[in-house]
């Protein structure tokens, strides 16, 4: 029984989503309470970055609820981190890093001037990602690693208490992956929600405290120890699970 | 030399084409900033075409042809943002169409008429001799009103510029601000009919902010130095018409694209000399370290 949190963090609850004729999420029950990292496992097409689009409010869903900290999406826009990926950014614009990050605060909001906290909270989330030294350069001059980097301070200068990442170790060198693994356990030892898709089994594990296995609605959804079930994969994906796959979930040495 | 400097200075006509060309050159890239980081030239394109039938309604009908030219761009810059909503055709593709199309209307418009007269092919091709007071009090209250709008929304059009779909996520209304922006192009677009006249205000509005996206990183340098280029081309280009009695508005064009191509040639990063000589350096950097 979940008391005093229902209203913090993220709850779905029979979230349905059309696209056209298609249902592309089908009864979707997931929750992420503050401090807990969940990673979102699934093929291609099988509705990842539709239930994250959902949760930033950008399209409607045929029934269900969506809850960020008790409000419905629109209302806590201000809260939510939102880290897409790569490809979704204009990277040619000419802006620095630090413009960038500082545009994340205050190129979404109508009236206030650019004051301290603006400042301190772009300074801060610029840090965060290791990147200080950096911060003058264009973005349109930087690695992959360093893309994902401004990406996830664009979010983090926002102070959110929900972080929603897309695909974010797809195609980041090592030390960003490192150093995303420890910055998020570190948001999430300060409370943070984080809500993460992945291809990335093995970083999910390293990361997520908990992984939800979807297609289409949640097949399995636990610790990753626990979803060493083959069949659970053969729900999830239409294969069984590989021996090199349920090596990474810790699942021992049985055949199935 | 000096005399060769002032003398357009004496006459009057030559004192309005001088503010004229200025403002709407201007003005034109402070708008056109946004345009060409959007990648979005081609509207421009077709909003100057589309002014077109509006100025030939106006012509016909006897009404004010920079209104009635207005009007027609901002309606089609309108259903060319609609219409690209649906996301199964992709936007040049809409474009395209009312570029046509709009066209084609003018052209059917002033065919009902009698003969061309002077008025309406100084809409074509400009008109920045034949200038009025009134002309130069209305070009400069509306690009002052324009640079403001960009001004205020800078921040918002930086934010759809860097990422729409965040920006739609953090709550700002992406569709308005795209309809703002085509609205703006068109008056920007409309104000500058007179200095280089419809067929070549698209220069006006990419090729300056263009040049300056070749020699800097920055928003602000950028949109500043811009409007450098477009100020000073617009001058000399009016220096060489005076003196050499030559189109003006075609010569303004002119000198903003060799401003252009000089850029890309010589561009401190970015130009192609720079490349070209950064490649030959790695190319013997390789040779000399190859073991012998």
């Not at chain 1, 610029?126 to 200080?132: A, M, N, Y």
């Not at chain 1, 594990?205 to 990753?224: H, S």
């Not at chain 2, 200038?131 to 209250?141: C, E, Q, W």
Request: with cysteine.
């Amino acid at each position: 029984m979940r008391t005093d949190d229902d209203r913090a963090g993220l709850n779905i609850e029979g979230l349905t989503v059309a696209l056209g004729a298609h249902h592309v999420l089908e009864s979707v029950d997931l929750a992420v309470e503050p401090g807990e990292t969940v990673g979102l496992i699934g093929p291609n097409g099988a509705g990842k970055t539709t239930l994250l689009r959902a949760v930033l409010g950008l399209i409607r869903s045929e029934s269900g609820t969506v809850r960020v900290g008790g409000d419905r999406p629109e209302a806590a826009r201000s809260r939510i981190g939102y880290v897409p990926q790569k490809h979704e950014f204009a990277w040619d614009f000419p802006i620095t890093i630090a413009g960038a990050v500082l545009n994340a605060r205050t190129g979404t909001r109508w009236f206030g001037r650019v004051g301290r906290d603006d400042r301190d909270a772009t300074e801060t989330a610029i840090e965060r990602v290791g990147l200080t030294e950096l911060r003058r350069r264009p973005v349109g001059e930087l690695s992959g690693g360093q893309r994902q980097r401004v990406l996830v301070a664009r979010a983090l200068a926002r102070r959110p208490s929900l972080m929603l990442l897309d695909e974010p170790f797809t195609g980041v060198d090592v030390p960003t992956q490192e150093l995303l693994t420890e910055l998020l356990t570190g948001l999430a030892a300060e409370g943070t929600a984080i809500l993460m898709t992945t291809h990335d089994l093995a970083q999910a594990r390293a990361t997520c405290t908990r992984i939800c296995l979807l297609n289409k609605t949640v097949v399995a959804d636990g610790p990753p120890g626990e979803l060493a079930d083959p069949d659970l994969w053969l729900r999830a994906f239409g294969v069984a699970a590989s021996g090199e796959l349920r090596t990474l979930l810790g699942a021992g040495e049985e055949t199935p | 030399m000096i005399e060769w400097l002032t003398e357009p200075w004496t006459h009057v006509f030559m004192q309005r084409a001088f503010a004229v060309a200025v403002i709407s050159a201007v003005v034109c890239v402070v708008v056109g900033s946004f345009v060409v980081l959007r990648g979005m030239a081609f509207i421009g394109d077709a909003v100057a075409h589309a002014v077109f039938p509006g100025v030939a309604i106006g012509f016909v009908l006897h009404i004010n042809m920079s209104l009635s030219g207005a009007a027609a761009g901002i309606a089609t810059a309108l259903a060319i943002v609609l219409i690209s909503q649906t996301r199964r055709l992709k936007e040049d593709t809409v474009i395209g169409i009312f570029w046509a199309a709009s066209f084609g209307l003018g052209i059917v418009i002033v065919s009902t008429q009698a003969a061309y007269t002077g008025d309406l092919t100084s809409f074509l091709f400009g008109q920045i001799l034949a200038l009025d007071d009134g002309d130069v009090i209305t070009v400069a209250l509306i690009g002052a009103a324009l640079v403001t709008a960009i001004a205020l929304l800078r921040r918002q059009l930086t934010a759809v510029s860097l990422d729409r779909e965040a920006a739609r996520a953090a709550g700002l209304p992406v569709l308005a601000l795209d309809i703002a922006l085509y609205v703006m192009v068109t008056v920007a677009i409309v104000i500058s009919l007179q200095a280089v006249g419809n067929v070549l205000v698209l220069a006006l509005l990419i090729t300056p902010a263009a040049t300056a996206r070749m020699l800097t990183d920055r928003l602000g340098a950028m949109t500043l130095l811009g409007a450098a280029i477009a100020a000073a081309g617009a001058i000399a280009g009016l220096y060489l018409s005076f003196h050499y009695n030559l189109a003006a508005g075609g010569l303004i064009v002119l000198v903003l694209t060799a401003v252009f191509l000089i850029a890309w040639l010589l561009a401190p990063r970015h130009g192609v000399l720079r490349r070209v000589k950064r490649r030959t350096t790695a190319a013997s950097n390789r040779t000399s370290n190859a073991p012998g």
